[in-house]
């Protein structure tokens, strides 16, 4: 890189000394007349095009915003505004840099300046705002590589004024102001005022404007403090933020690629913590920078080679950004929104686009209804009580469960310890109550038994109050419980000793390490035994969020399902400020049993299943042999339903006929349904939270647990999910979620206009018999909870979802008027929730009714294409005589059709047979006429035997002959029926006139002893 830029460099004043060879050339050469009258004819024409030009440039310059460079940073542009669709101001939108720590050039190093100088602008001193000889060579350079915008000529007064007042469009009309603007500000301000005002506000990544916070957060520490490396490095960001950040920030579950030593640390922006990962092109960037200051004499070789050889590694330390403000969730989501569609709609920079919405004065009109928003808060913030349906009271926190809890042996095993400490499934530490690990001046304290010092003096800590880490030694998080029985949950960070420790014994995270005498000598305040004994790490050794996170967690979105856009929406319970998680929209959670009308039953109708197409909730057996998938009523002694509509199945959410009607469909069908649903994005794997096979080969989700139950490796988040139902409730059209409708600029022209993506998902039929099974689930299902009242009037259809071991909670409902999805579960997955999902259903039922109050009655309007036939239950074909006479009651149901879907074939499920009543088994030869008798059974090709325990198990027809009688009974039998006073029983003459019956003619087969 270094030797390229050099190149170019040199390329660049070659060119320009060519030029000025050219050019003297030219005015020796001898004058003709008509080369005088060719000469004159152009420089008309130079005159003219030089008039409308200057005429343009006043035109623009008018238009130029008005500046008062004297109060530079306090002065900052309109603001932007969010207004819901009847014009009201929801929120005067603040830049939440505004706070942001100024500096005073004298504080700033010298290096640090001339860093941003020699790359940025080496001539700044000299210039008057605008750099003439580098316009000139940058476009020639830019001429001779075909690109307008290859190289920028922008002075550092040019990019103040940018960066102030303008947004980073390349155009010229932008271009004309900013010199314009730049020239003025050189009139009035100071070289020094000017670098001042640019130093600190340049942008330098990771939300960092200026040097002082980018100090701090690239390395926490004072700009007064930094050397010239991380000078050069900091410089090196000014040219692109997404490039040359010092270190690029990743999500956890995304740095399974990324080699150990590159993580320079950890930070948390709201709850979420991230990694912070070494950026190799900052480092290249640094170089560039650091050649320059040597050949620009700004430092001698001897500082040159200190610091390329100075190792950033070390020096990255990021530090905790402080992101607090007024805004709420949804209103972030929608700033969000704006910035991404403005970046992909004007080829911003995400800096460029923040900065516009936050100082263009734009007015966005949000699809939020400023109404429901306030009541589904207020609804959160009664959240126990909705969602448990009465005041919480506590002997354990709310809605967590800590049943596994056993006592044993003197010691508690399951989900707490003898000191009630929480542990997961495993038995591994996963909260240290916080009086077990924390003094009262939130030092992390060690009893005597969890360390010792060795003969030469080194620590050895033997505790699990941590986790081992090859590069890092985390702490366990902690917890306590509130004034209304909430669980809180406190992340506790790593311990800021580097990587200044030795592993001496490990299993999984746990283990002993040892920390060296020296580094204790050098650090003699991180480790401090009391007169107690106890070894206490004090505080500013770690990070603390004192302050904490309420569990479980939550998060509801509410949809006008016709239109796509969101209503209201909650990223969290108890959450305040700006810029938190949004669990909402980024957390991506297991849908459990909720995914199944997505992936399973909307295809399968779609395909031309039936609702009343038969499945068998029978035992399937995984590869282990084991039996798989089992139901939510395991608990039960009849594990199995039998033979049961597909949709009852819905209803009763049988995880068995799920798999096996995914199998039925094949997973092909499953992913086509949810990438129509806007849940998996085929054309870029990577901005969904699907895994497909080809992101993953051995662990995706392209299997019957994933697609049939919901298990996905990582799952969807509330509002995919939500978006998705209503495509169900839309008679099968998808609508991508909007959370705004148009962007305005201060002149009220309207310059982004916000169309949601629409498609179809289903056939409508599909969709309406989807919808009409979804409100039965709620009337006649598990998800009855989830009614409106009943004086409303509203009809209401819906899904619940558990995942394994109660890690979350699911409901996705809707209304003739809306849908709303609510998610329930603890951030830490491996912390379960107590009860069921039918709390959601409660807790949904509690935020729909105000939303819905005042609205008319409402119900569902069947698509009229349907045909409603009378079908048998048990077959899903039309009734024979038999299916009336089954002996649990007549078995002939009303169901709905997509045309072409109805049956033509009579049931052969519901079969007669003659039975011996002693036995209960089929006639032999030798049973007695009197203890015979025609009933209906069912027929189920492979046979279950009564350890299967099916519900229906007794009602199949049997196979086996009775054997209680013998040719003995029979003589018997025989014989009384001859003594006259005993009369012929009427069992023969019911025998015969069924056996006529035309169904029962594949009976005889079976009644024929073998
Ligand atoms: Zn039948
Ligand atoms: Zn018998």
């Given at each position: 890189?270094?030797?390229?830029?050099?190149?170019?460099?040199?390329?660049?004043?070659?060119?320009?000394?060519?030029?000025?060879?050219?050019?003297?050339?030219?005015?020796?050469?001898?004058i003709?007349?008509?080369l005088?009258?060719?000469?004159?004819?152009i420089?008309?024409?130079i005159?003219?095009?030089?008039?409308?030009?200057?005429?343009?440039?006043?035109g623009?310059?008018?238009?130029?915003?008005?500046i008062?460079?004297?109060?530079?940073?306090t002065?900052?542009?309109?603001?932007?505004?969010?207004v819901?669709?009847?014009?009201?101001?929801?929120?005067?939108?603040?830049?939440?840099?505004?706070?942001?720590?100024?500096?005073?050039?004298?504080?700033?190093?010298?290096?640090?300046?001339?860093?941003?100088l020699?790359?940025?602008?080496?001539?700044?001193?000299?210039?008057?705002?605008?750099?003439i000889?580098r316009?000139?060579?940058?476009?020639?350079?830019?001429?001779?590589?075909?690109?307008?915008?290859a190289?920028?000529?922008?002075?550092?007064?040019q990019?103040?004024?940018?960066n102030?007042?303008?947004?980073?469009?390349?155009s010229?009309r932008?271009?004309?102001?900013?010199?314009?603007?730049?020239?003025?500000?050189?009139?009035?301000?100071?070289?020094?005022?000017?670098?001042?005002?640019?130093?600190?506000?340049?942008?330098?990544?990771q939300?960092?404007?200026?040097?002082?916070?980018?100090?701090?957060?690239?390395?926490?520490?004072?700009?007064s403090?930094?050397?010239?490396?991380e000078?050069?490095?900091?410089?090196?960001?000014?040219?692109?933020?997404?490039?040359?950040?010092?270190?690029?920030?990743?999500?956890?579950?995304?740095?399974?690629?990324?080699?150990?030593?590159?993580?320079?640390?950890?930070v948390?922006?709201?709850?979420?913590?991230y990694?912070?990962?070494?950026?190799?092109?900052?480092?290249?960037r640094?170089?560039?920078?650091?050649?320059?200051?040597?050949?620009?004499?700004?430092?001698?070789?001897?500082?040159?080679?200190?610091a390329?050889?100075?190792?950033?590694?070390?020096?990255?330390?990021?530090?905790?950004?402080?992101l607090?403000?007024?805004?709420?969730?949804?209103?972030?989501?929608?700033?969000?929104?704006?910035?991404?569609?403005?970046?992909a709609?004007?080829?911003?920079?995400y800096?460029?686009?923040?900065?516009?919405?936050?100082?263009?004065?734009?007015?966005i009109?949000?699809t939020?209804?400023?109404?429901?928003?306030?009541?589904?808060?207020?609804?959160?913030?009664?959240?126990?009580?909705?969602?448990?349906?009465?005041?919480?009271?506590?002997?354990?926190?709310?809605?967590?469960?800590?049943?596994?809890?056993?006592w044993?042996?003197?010691?508690?095993?399951?989900s707490?310890?003898?000191?009630?400490?929480?542990?997961?499934?495993?038995?591994?530490?996963?909260?240290c109550?916080?009086?077990?690990?924390?003094?009262?001046?939130?030092?992390?304290?060690?009893?005597a038994?969890?360390?010792?010092?060795?003969e030469?003096?080194?620590?050895?800590?033997?505790?699990?109050?941590?986790?081992?880490?090859?590069?890092?030694?985390?702490?366990v998080?902690?917890?306590?419980?509130?004034?209304?029985?909430?669980?809180?949950s406190?992340?506790?960070?790593?311990?800021?000793?580097?990587?200044?420790?030795?592993?001496?014994?490990?299993?999984?995270?746990?283990?002993?390490?040892?920390?060296?005498k020296?580094?204790l000598?050098?650090?003699a305040?991180?480790?401090q035994?009391?007169?107690?004994?106890?070894?206490?790490?004090?505080?500013?050794?770690f990070?603390?969020?004192?302050?904490?996170?309420?569990?479980?967690?939550?998060?509801?979105?509410i949809?006008?399902?016709?239109?796509?856009?969101?209503?209201?929406?909650?990223?969290?319970?108890?959450?305040?400020?700006?810029?938190?998680?949004?669990?909402?929209?980024?957390?991506?959670r297991?849908p459990?049993?909720?995914?199944?009308?997505?992936?399973?039953?909307?295809?399968?109708l779609?395909?031309?299943?039936?609702?009343a197409?038969?499945?068998?909730?029978v035992?399937?057996?995984n590869?282990?042999?084991?039996?798989?998938?089992?139901?939510?009523?395991?608990y039960?002694?009849?594990?199995?339903?039998?033979?049961?509509?597909?949709?009852?199945?819905?209803?009763?959410?049988?995880?068995?006929n799920?798999?096996?009607?995914?199998?039925?469909?094949?997973?092909?069908?499953?992913?086509?349904?949810?990438?129509?649903?806007?849940?998996?994005?085929a054309?870029n794997?990577?901005?969904?939270?699907?895994?497909?096979?080809?992101?993953?080969?051995?662990?995706?989700?392209?299997?019957?647990?994933?697609?049939?139950?919901?298990?996905?490796?990582?799952?969807?988040?509330?509002?995919?999910?939500?978006?998705?139902?209503g495509?169900?409730?839309?008679?099968?059209?998808?609508?991508?979620?909007?959370?705004?409708t148009?962007?305005?600029?201060?002149?009220?022209?309207?310059?982004?206009?916000?169309?949601?993506?629409?498609?179809?998902?289903?056939?409508?039929?599909?969709?309406?018999?989807?919808?009409?099974?979804?409100r039965?689930?709620?009337?006649?299902?598990?998800?009855?909870?989830?009614?409106?009242?009943?004086?409303?009037g509203?009809e209401?259809?819906?899904?619940?979802?558990?995942?394994?071991?109660?890690?979350?909670?699911?409901?996705?409902?809707?209304?003739?008027?809306?849908?709303?999805?609510?998610?329930?579960?603890?951030?830490?997955?491996?912390?379960?929730?107590?009860?069921?999902?039918?709390?959601?259903?409660?807790?949904?039922?509690?935020?729909?009714?105000?939303?819905?109050?005042?609205?008319?009655?409402?119900k569902?309007?069947?698509?009229?294409?349907?045909?409603?036939?009378?079908?048998?239950?048990?077959?899903?074909?039309?009734?024979?005589?038999?299916?009336?006479?089954?002996?649990?009651?007549s078995?002939?149901?009303?169901?709905?059709?997509?045309?072409g879907?109805?049956?033509?074939?009579?049931?052969?499920?519901?079969?007669?047979?003659?039975?011996?009543?002693?036995s209960?088994?089929?006639?032999?030869?030798?049973?007695?006429?009197?203890s015979?008798?025609?009933r209906?059974f069912?027929?189920?090709?492979?046979?279950?035997?009564?350890?299967?325990?099916?519900?229906?198990?007794n009602?199949?027809?049997?196979?086996?002959?009775c054997?209680?009688?013998?040719?003995?009974?029979?003589?018997?039998?025989?014989?009384q029926?001859?003594?006259?006073?005993?009369?012929?029983?009427?069992?023969?003459?019911?025998?015969?006139?069924?056996?006529?019956?035309?169904?029962?003619?594949?009976?005889?087969?079976?009644?024929?002893?073998?």
């Open positions: 890189m270094t030797e390229e830029y050099k190149k170019s460099m040199e390329t660049i004043e070659n060119k320009q000394n060519n030029i000025n060879v050219h050019k003297k050339k030219k005015r020796k050469n001898k003709t007349t008509a005088i009258i060719l000469l004159l004819l420089s008309a024409v005159v003219a095009a030089c008039g409308v030009a200057f005429g343009i440039v006043i623009i310059v008018r238009n130029a915003p008005d008062d460079p004297e109060s530079i940073l002065t900052l542009s309109e603001s932007s505004v969010i819901d669709e009847s014009g009201t101001v929801i929120e005067q939108i603040h830049d939440p840099n505004e706070n942001r720590e100024i500096v005073k050039l004298d504080d700033i190093p010298l290096y640090l300046q001339n860093s941003f020699a790359i940025e602008d080496h001539r700044f001193k000299e210039h008057f705002g605008i750099d000889q316009i000139v060579s940058s476009l020639w350079h830019n001429y001779k590589v075909g690109d307008s915008t190289q920028g000529a922008s002075t550092i007064t990019q103040l004024v940018k102030l007042y303008l947004t980073n469009e390349k010229w932008r271009k004309i102001i900013e010199m314009y603007l730049a020239i003025k500000v050189e009139r009035i301000l100071s070289k020094e005022q000017i670098l001042e005002n640019y130093l600190n506000t340049i942008p330098l990544g939300s960092s404007y200026g040097v002082q916070t980018a100090a701090y957060t690239y390395f926490n520490k004072d700009v403090e930094l050397t010239l490396a000078s050069a490095l900091l410089a090196g960001a000014a040219k692109s933020t997404v490039t040359y950040a010092p270190f690029k920030r990743y999500n956890l579950n995304d740095i399974s690629d990324i080699p150990e030593e590159d993580i320079v640390g950890y948390f922006i709201g709850s979420v913590q990694a912070c990962v070494y950026n190799e092109s900052a480092i290249n640094q170089h560039i920078i650091l050649d320059r200051m040597l050949e620009l004499g700004f430092i001698n070789e001897a500082e040159h080679y200190a390329v050889t100075e190792d950033m590694h070390t020096a990255l330390n990021p530090g905790q950004t402080k607090e403000g007024i805004s709420s969730t949804s209103m972030d989501y929608v700033k969000e929104k704006v910035i991404e569609d403005l970046m709609a004007k080829s911003m920079s800096e460029d686009a923040e900065n516009y919405l936050y100082k263009g004065g734009l007015t009109t949000t939020f209804d400023i109404n429901m928003q306030k009541s589904l808060e207020d609804s959160y913030d009664n959240f126990s009580t909705l969602y448990l349906g009465t005041a919480p009271a506590g002997d354990k926190p709310v809605a967590q469960d800590w049943r596994y809890f056993k044993e042996d003197g010691k508690g095993t399951g707490l310890d003898s000191s009630l400490n929480i542990l997961n499934e495993y038995g591994q530490l996963i909260y109550d916080k009086i077990n690990i924390m003094d009262e001046n939130s030092n992390i304290y060690l009893n038994h969890e360390y010792s010092y060795d030469s003096g080194n620590l050895v800590i033997d505790s699990n109050k941590f986790d081992i880490y090859d590069s890092s030694i985390d702490i998080d902690c917890y306590t419980v509130d004034d209304k029985f909430n669980f809180v406190h992340t506790i960070g790593t311990l800021n000793i580097g990587s200044n420790f030795e592993i001496l014994d490990k299993e999984g995270t746990k283990g002993k390490f040892l920390i060296s020296d580094f000598d050098k650090n305040e991180m480790f035994v009391g007169s107690d004994n106890l070894l206490r790490i004090p505080k500013d050794y990070f603390f969020q004192e302050k904490g996170i309420v569990q479980p967690q939550s998060a509801a979105v949809l006008d399902y016709r239109s796509g856009k969101i209503k209201a929406m909650v990223g969290g319970r108890d959450i305040e400020g700006s810029k938190t998680f949004n669990r909402a929209t980024d957390a991506a297991q459990g049993s909720t995914i199944k009308p997505l992936s399973v039953y909307l295809p399968a779609d395909l031309g299943y039936s609702a197409f038969i499945l068998n909730d035992p399937r057996y590869e282990e042999g084991e039996r798989w998938p089992k139901n939510w009523y395991e039960r002694s009849v594990k199995y339903w039998g033979k049961i509509t597909l949709r009852k199945s819905v209803e009763q959410s049988i995880n068995t799920a798999v096996t009607m995914l199998e039925t469909i094949g997973t092909d069908a499953s992913i086509n349904s949810l990438t129509k649903l806007g849940m998996i994005d054309a794997p990577g901005n969904d939270t699907f895994v497909s096979q080809q992101e993953d080969s051995v662990h995706n989700d392209v299997n019957l647990a994933s697609l049939g139950l919901g298990g996905l490796t990582k799952g969807f988040s509330p509002l995919a999910m939500t978006a998705a139902y495509a169900i409730a839309n008679d099968g059209v998808y609508i991508e979620p909007i959370a705004y148009k962007i305005m600029n201060n002149n009220g022209e309207t310059i982004l206009e916000n169309i949601p993506q629409t498609r179809v998902a289903a056939n409508p039929e599909a969709a309406s018999l989807m919808k009409d099974i979804l039965s689930t709620v009337y006649s299902g598990l998800s009855y909870r989830a009614k409106l009242p009943e004086e409303m509203i209401v259809a819906g899904k619940t979802g558990t995942t394994q071991a109660s890690g979350d909670f699911w409901f996705v409902g809707f209304s003739p008027y809306y849908i709303g999805g609510i998610w329930v579960g603890n951030d830490n997955v491996q912390l379960k929730l107590s009860g069921d999902s039918g709390a959601n259903a409660r807790l949904w039922s509690g935020i729909m009714t105000p939303i819905h109050q005042g609205l008319a009655p409402a569902f309007q069947l698509n009229q294409n349907l045909i409603p036939v009378q079908v048998c239950s048990q077959s899903g074909k039309l009734p024979s005589s038999l299916c009336s006479g089954d002996p649990r009651g078995q002939v149901i009303t169901e709905y059709f997509v045309p879907t109805e049956p033509s074939q009579i049931c052969t499920t519901h079969v007669s047979a003659v039975v011996c009543t002693n209960n088994l089929l006639k032999s030869q030798y049973c007695p006429e009197n015979l008798e025609q209906v069912i027929e189920r090709y492979a046979k279950y035997d009564p350890d299967a325990r099916i519900l229906d198990y009602f199949q027809v049997p196979t086996e002959v054997t209680n009688h013998t040719q003995w009974h029979y003589d018997q039998w025989i014989n029926q001859n003594s006259p006073d005993e009369s012929s029983g009427e069992n023969n003459d019911i025998n015969d006139s069924e056996s006529e019956d035309e169904t029962t003619g594949i009976i005889e087969d079976i009644t024929e002893p073998q």
